[in-house]
């Protein structure tokens, strides 16, 4: 019997874990690795050793590797994931590790946070793309964010944007997506970011925004299970090499 696809995840906060997309990629048949480099947890030094590589989202910047020590590692084993074409997923932070390590640019959004759920608007390369392809039509994805990329990676090709035009949806080289948004989370995750002082967005009702994220839940479930589904195959497909 074939042995089922590792994933390696790389997850920066107490707070920000797999949640959803790690229990959508388990009940799709993926064997999860969670490495928490923040508590003292090692990073692995070869992703070529998994078949996929998923990094989480954090309250940190993307180049803040003075304050938090793992975050140059976890950018060079995104580069050599994506030299070595290993399936990889960044969401949020992750995205923004992945555009950085490649030669874009983060920074802090001039117009100010995103916060709740917000339309994503798919480019017509999306409609191609081996992971996205079939979830090129209208849907919503949930947004807690600071920064975001400004300046892409050379040879990204953006998938979506939001209405603002932010980069949402990106794909560097073959086999490697930043994602903006946070399909993993549910509303149980989000009130855990309202509550936190340094994620408070000044003028939005965040207790609001939670509430909108829980009455969403079957509309976010129908929308991004798909995501996590369409990256177990291109997972599953890498392991049976």
């Known amino acids: 019997m074939p042995r089922p696809p590792?994933?390696?995840?790389?997850?920066?906060?107490?707070?920000?874990?797999?949640?959803?997309?790690?229990?959508?990629?388990?009940?799709a048949g993926c064997e999860l690795e969670v490495c928490r480099p923040y508590a003292g947890d090692a990073l692995p030094a070869d992703p070529a050793a998994y078949d996929a590589l998923l990094v989480l989202g954090g309250?940190?910047?993307?180049?803040e590797d003075a304050d938090h020590a793992w975050l140059g590692p976890t950018?060079?084993?995104?580069?050599?994931?994506?030299?070595?074409?290993?399936?990889?997923?960044g969401i949020c932070l992750g995205h923004q590790l992945l555009a950085s390590a490649l030669g874009g640019r983060v920074e802090v959004n001039p117009r100010g946070r995103t916060v709740g759920l917000v339309p994503v608007e798919w480019t017509d390369d999306a409609?191609?793309?081996?992971?996205?392809?079939?979830?090129?039509?209208?849907?919503?994805?949930?947004?807690w964010n600071?920064?975001?990329?400004?300046e892409l990676a050379p040879g990204a090709l953006v998938l979506a944007r939001t209405p603002q035009g932010d980069v949402e949806v990106v794909r560097h080289g073959p086999a490697a997506w930043?994602?903006?948004?946070?399909?993993e989370v549910d509303a149980a995750v989000v009130a855990r970011w309202a509550a936190s002082d340094d994620k408070q967005a000044p003028g939005v009702d965040t207790a609001a925004e939670v509430?909108?994220?829980d009455a969403a839940r079957p509309e976010l479930d129908e929308a991004w299970a798909p995501l996590a589904l369409s990256f177990a195959r291109l997972v599953g497909e890498r392991a049976l090499r």
Do not use: F, I, Y
């Open 6 to 27: 590792r994933v390696l995840v790389v997850q920066h906060e107490d707070d920000c874990p797999p949640a959803l997309v790690g229990g959508w990629l388990a009940e």
């Open 59 to 63: 309250s940190m910047g993307a180049d």
């Open 75 to 89: 950018k060079l084993l995104l580069r050599e994931a994506v030299g070595a074409e290993v399936p990889t997923l």
């Open 127 to 143: 409609a191609d793309d081996p992971l996205v392809g079939a979830l090129a039509t209208a849907r919503r994805g949930v947004h």
């Open 211 to 213: 509430a909108r994220v």
């Open 178 to 183: 930043g994602v903006q948004l946070h399909p």
């Open 146 to 150: 600071n920064d975001v990329v400004t």
